[in-house]
């Protein structure tokens, strides 16, 4: 199994930056490729950006040129930089391990924008 912590979120001015982590233990030895995910109130959780072992990236197209995903593997940690934050871009951010047969998610962090 894998476990994922979050962590990072808070509350900011549109415009500011935050950096989300998660934090993978476990046998992460298994993860295949990870992902930060969204979810606003009353809207569907909805992929923000993904990362696979061979560091190739995807973004949604509401934050490409905004947020950039990394990782440590070193470390098992992943990162979320958020630059440009607008008030759209409040939600609970969850990070997301693949593994072949299985998946699973952290408990989420909460980001606020205010405007």
């Known amino acids: 199994q894998v476990q994922l912590v979050e962590s990072g979120g808070g509350l900011v001015q549109a415009g500011g930056s935050l950096r989300l982590s998660c934090a993978a233990s476990?046998?992460?030895?298994?993860?295949?490729?990870m992902g930060w995910y969204r979810q606003a109130p009353g809207k569907q959780r909805e992929l923000v950006a993904t990362?696979?072992?061979?560091?190739?990236?995807h973004y949604a197209d509401s934050v490409k040129g905004r947020f950039t995903i990394s990782r440590d593997n070193a470390k098992n940690i992943m990162y979320l930089q958020m630059n440009a934050l607008k008030p759209e871009d409040t939600a609970v951010y969850y990070c997301?391990?693949?593994?072949?047969?299985?998946?699973?998610w952290g408990q989420g962090t909460q980001v606020t924008v205010s405007s």
């Open positions: 997301k391990a693949v593994r072949t047969f299985d998946d699973y």
């Open positions: 476990g046998s992460t030895f298994s993860i295949r490729a």
């Open positions: 990362i696979s072992n061979d560091g190739t990236m």
